[in-house]
């Protein structure tokens, strides 16, 4: 196979180009990080669990009317996307508190919020991605007050879709961090979802006793991790390619 041009390589996914112009490749690794970077380690089979589970949330999405970067999934570990022109900002949208929204407040971990709360992360490993508000959002230019009400509503209206879909089939979407980009077909620009949709980026609750079915699995050395993500995948119907983890058998080659 023709060696590929790396774009870019983060702590979950590598990018490369796109065979089209304007496409690009989202590898999905099995690394995992916690509390920016400090905690590092691997684990067998996510990237694998992760390709498919964000292929399927991202094609439910598409099919609610979310313009997002998903285009179609290559194999195991690859998707193919729009390249888009990513705007730095994390969105998370919290329904239920934990994590460090507990420890701001002194709050109880699993507290319902009275209604859902929207922050923005500005994306920036070196600076540990440190909360802003829309403020810092306009007035650094990162989006403009257009742009931020669309991602707001967007952001909305994934959520809400989300919960109820994660609900029916036994989780709590506790909360959801977002990325969002610019997309320009001809003259025109929209906002599209890019990124990725999975226990890496949400925390997910199942509905019943609250067993923790994400990455905080691995950020408080709960174990059970890549079972965790697999028990998501399998209550969303996608069933892995080849169980539970990418064995390496015999390839057919095309
Ligand atoms: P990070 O360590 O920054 O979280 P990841 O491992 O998640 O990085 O790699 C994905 C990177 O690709 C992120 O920086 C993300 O902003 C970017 N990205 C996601 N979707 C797209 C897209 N459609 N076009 C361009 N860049 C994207
Ligand atoms: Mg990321």
């Not at 994590?99 to 002194?106: D, I, K, M, P, V």
């Not at 929209?190 to 905080?216: G, H, K, M, Q, Y």
């Not at 050395?221 to 993500?229: H, T």
Request: hydrophobic residues 40%; aromatic residues 8%; proline residues 4%.
């Amino acid at each position: 196979m023709a060696k590929r041009r790396q774009i870019f390589e983060g702590e979950a996914k590598v990018i490369f180009e796109g065979p089209e112009p304007g496409t690009l490749v989202q590898h999905f690794k099995d690394d995992a990080s916690a509390f920016n970077s400090r905690k590092k380690g691997t684990i067998t089979g996510k990237g694998v669990i992760n390709n498919r589970i964000s292929e399927h949330l991202m094609t439910k999405l598409g099919g609610i009317g979310i313009p997002t970067h998903f285009m179609r999934r290559l194999n195991m570990r690859e998707q193919l996307i729009r390249e888009v022109e990513i705007i730095p900002i994390e969105v998370m949208v919290r329904n239920v508190v934990a994590g460090s929204l507990a420890e701001r407040f002194n709050l109880t971990e699993g507290a319902v919020l009275p209604r859902s709360i929207i922050e923005y992360y500005y994306k920036a490993g070196d600076l540990n991605d440190p909360m802003v508000n829309e403020e810092h959002v306009t007035a650094f230019g990162w989006a403009s007050p257009q742009e931020l009400d669309e991602i707001m509503s967007m952001t909305l209206r994934i959520n809400d879709f989300l919960s109820g879909f994660f609900l029916g089939v036994g989780i709590k979407l506790v909360d959801i961090r977002l990325e969002f980009g610019r997309l320009w077909e001809e003259d025109q620009m929209r906002i599209v979802l890019a990124d990725e949709i999975s226990p890496d980026s949400c925390r997910f609750w199942d509905a019943e006793t609250n067993e923790i079915l994400d990455r905080d699995r691995f950020s408080r050395d709960l174990g059970g991790i890549a079972e965790a993500y697999q028990e998501v995948a399998r209550r969303l119907g996608i069933l892995p390619e080849s169980a539970p983890y990418d064995i390496q058998g015999p390839q057919i080659v095309q």
